[in-house]
Structure formats: structure tokens, C-alpha cells
């Protein structure tokens, strides 16, 4: 049972634009999510993280945004810029347990 | 402070085989994790430790996989005898406990090809 979804695969976006990966959840007891990004032939890299008791948190370039009614996170990057070009993983945090997404695959054109 | 370290890289076997991978977690994360990536999916977790104890084994294939933690610091994970569908990434993870967001950090990962 897949309890955190990426239904986008894949996402183009033209440098200098917003580029949004959206992210679902089941699961109500999730306390933190998390943003990962994963270039080839290297392991996840942490990016941002929110708490389920906020509804927005910013670093720089990059803000997520939690919608609890929705059980819907999205994470934005503006602006976009072709190092950003990767996969983009959704994870969510119940205790000591992580749950993730299959990865939305960001490409970021010059 | 030095990453989560993981060896070998890549790994190319023959079904039947056996194949052994090890991970060395950022000093003082007492909480470590190994997770099976198959092409095109997120990280399934396989099993998770806390310093040198079995936290969560339930998703691990336990008639072919093992893993241990011996004194709470390294771990190995072994797969034997190994079958096609092994053929993924295994990423090494691990946690410090003591910060609220306590975020994971993944090694390189281990790249297994079964033939």
C-alpha cells in the first residue's frame, strides 16, 4: 500500500520559471515531511523539510507547502536553474519510520 | 563531518549468488537504515536499526536477506542466494535522533546487477 504518491513522473521546465512537484498522503499520524533530491549514481539528498503542525516552510529557492485537509505537499523552486535538473523523492516521517514517493524527474531547460 | 559510507558501488552476480554490502553511518547516528531501490520507485525500507538492535525487519526477505549491526556502529547486508528481481540499489541511511526534524542521510548507494 503506497502511502506517500508522486503521480508525476516526469516535469519540464524552462530556466528562470516555477517548476511545482506535487506529493499525496494517506496516512494522518505522518508528523514531518521531507524534499530529496537525487542525482545519477549518487545517493538522496536532504533538501527541505516541513512539520505537520505548519503550512509553510521557505529556504531560499525552495518552499513547501502542506495542505493537511488536502493530505496534499508541494514543493516550489523559483527560480528554476539547470543544476535543479533531478529526481525530486517525497518522503513522510511517522516515529522513526520514512515513507517515499516514487520521484517526480525535474528537467530544467536553458 | 564525513558522510555515510557504503561499499562496493557496483556489484555484478549471477543469480544463485551471494553478494554482501557494507555501510559505515555518520559517527553518532545511532539509528540506521537499509533501503532497496528498484528502478523507477522510491526506497523501500528493508530493515532499520537503533545502535545495535532490530528495530523493523518486516519488509525484509528474511529466507534470502540478513543484515546485522554488530556493535552499533557498521553494518553488512547480505543477500544469498541472490535472484533476479535483487537487481536495485541498496542505500545505506542514517539518523541522528537527537534533532527535531531528524532527517535522513544516505550514503552513494550500492548498485546490485543479478544475471
Known amino acids: 500500500d503506497q502511502q506517500v504518491k508522486q503521480n508525476s513522473p516526469s516535469l519540464s521546465v524552462q530556466e528562470g520559471r516555477i517548476s511545482i512537484l506535487n506529493c499525496d498522503y494517506t496516512n494522518s499520524m505522518f508528523d514531518y515531511f521531507l524534499w530529496y533530491k537525487k542525482y545519477p549514481a549518487e545517493g538522496p539528498t536532504f533538501l527541505i523539510s516541513i512539520s505537520s503542525i505548519k503550512d509553510k516552510n521557505e529556504d531560499g529557492r525552495f518552499t513547501v507547502f502542506l495542505n493537511k485537509s488536502a493530505k496534499h505537499l508541494s514543493l516550489h523552486i523559483v527560480p528554476s536553474q539547470p543544476g535543479d535538473s533531478a529526481v525530486y523523492f517525497c518522503a513522510a516521517r511517522a516515529g522513526n519510520q520514512f515513507y517515499f514517493g516514487t520521484g517526480t524527474s525535474l528537467t530544467v531547460i536553458p | 563531518e564525513a558522510g555515510v559510507a557504503q561499499s562496493p558501488r557496483y556489484k555484478i552476480i549471477e543469480k544463485r549468488q551471494s553478494v554482501a554490502f557494507w555501510c559505515n553511518p555518520i559517527?553518532?547516528?545511532?539509528?540506521l537504515y537499509w533501503y532497496q531501490q528498484i528502478l523507477g520507485q522510491g526506497p523501500k525500507l528493508l530493515i532499520q536499526?537503533?545502535?545495535?538492535?532490530?528495530?523493523?525487519d518486516s519488509q525484509l526477505p528474511k529466507d534470502r536477506f540478513s543484515a546485522e549491526r554488530l556493535k552499533g556502529v557498521d553494518s553488512t547486508l547480505k543477500i544469498q542466494p541472490a535472484k533476479l528481481e535483487d537487481s536495485a540499489v541498496y542505500l545505506c541511511?542514517?539518523?541522528?535522533?537527537?534533532?527535531?526534524?531528524?532527517?535522513?542521510?544516505f550514503g552513494e548507494g550500492s548498485r546490485l546487477t543479478v544475471l
Open positions: 559517527s553518532g547516528h545511532a539509528t
Open positions: 541511511a542514517s539518523r541522528y535522533s537527537g534533532r527535531i526534524t531528524g532527517e535522513l542521510f
Open positions: 536499526f537503533q545502535n545495535n538492535g532490530v528495530v523493523d
